[in-house]
């Protein structure tokens, strides 16, 4: 091989290189945009959720001031039911119940997606991968897969508004690209200051029976003694709390675990004497 072709090819090879690098910062940059836009924008949008063979519409209104972010959801179809989210509690009206659940919020969690925590966290189990531009809700947007790098968790694709990064679409698929569910706004508007009553309630709550989560239970003790021994790589425990739930009378734990992208809430309850053993399955 003459020096030239072998110096032409070199080159050749650092330009692919370098154009590589450059598309995965260029994803690392667009979910970087969404982690921000998620929580500084005004909005007030329609989605679609589907999985399992189920389809649910829900109106999402989410408004940020010097009081924090707030967030009201509305069921557009199925039972009637209204949710209200601010920094400290989650409020569920269930008119056909004549129920009112509140409790608190929950860390991390986000709506109706949740957020990479820390990139660097999940690139050890994901490639993040420009994917071509779109348009969800008649918006240009721009796409990203995120991929794992084995078998153990399922792949994400996201379309973002190219122009604040507000995600407009998300499917999570499996090993053969086939989707498992997806979110997916079918309409949205943006504001600069957003009206006050669009986050307050329509549903009054009176007359209704309210559930209130107990803030008092003691987190040191350990009353279950139960642990997961091993975990799939780059999972951890993220939160571990106990509390009512409003169906039942014992105390129930509430573990949450984490690769930085994909959680899994695990509940743990004692089982009464006169129960029988739950038999469940499981997938590979």
């Not at 829900?58 to 009637?80: F, T, W």
């Not at 490639?127 to 897969?145: H, S, T």
């Not at 997916?184 to 986050?199: A, D, G, V």
């Not at 350990?222 to 509390?243: C, M, N, Q, V, Y």
């Amino acid at each position: 091989m003459s020096t030239a072709r072998f110096r032409f090819l070199n080159i050749l090879f650092l330009l692919l290189v370098a154009q590589s690098l450059w598309a995965s910062d260029e994803a690392n940059h667009w979910l970087e945009m969404m982690a921000q836009a998620i929580h500084q924008l005004n909005y007030d949008g329609v989605f679609i959720y589907s999985h399992d063979g189920h389809l649910q519409s829900m109106r999402i209104i989410h408004g940020v001031d010097e009081r924090g972010e707030r967030e009201r959801l509305i069921a557009l179809n199925g039972p009637s039911r209204e949710v209200i989210r601010d920094r400290e509690k989650v409020t569920c009206y269930l008119p056909d119940d004549h129920a009112v659940l509140e409790e608190r919020v929950n860390p991390g969690r986000a709506f109706p997606f949740r957020l990479p925590e820390r990139l660097e966290q999940i690139r050890q189990q994901y490639r993040i991968e420009l994917a071509g531009e779109d348009r969800v809700a008649g918006m240009p947007a721009q796409m990203v897969a995120i991929v794992p790098r084995d078998n153990l968790r399922y792949g994400h694709n996201i379309w973002l508004n190219q122009d604040n990064g507000l995600l407009l679409r998300a499917t999570t698929v499996d090993e053969n690209g086939a989707d498992i569910e997806q979110v997916m706004f079918t309409q949205i508007r943006f504001f600069t200051s957003l009206p006050e009553q669009l986050l307050e309630p329509q549903i009054a709550g009176e007359g209704m029976e309210w559930h209130r989560q107990d803030t008092e239970i003691d987190e040191t003790v350990d009353r279950f003694a139960w642990r997961i021994a091993r975990l799939p790589p780059g999972f951890e425990l993220k939160t571990s709390r106990r509390h009512q739930m409003s169906a039942r009378a014992s105390e129930v734990e509430h573990q949450v675990y984490s690769d930085g992208l994909t959680s899994i809430s695990v509940f743990v309850e004692l089982r009464q004497d006169d129960e029988r053993g739950f038999i469940g399955h499981s997938r590979k």
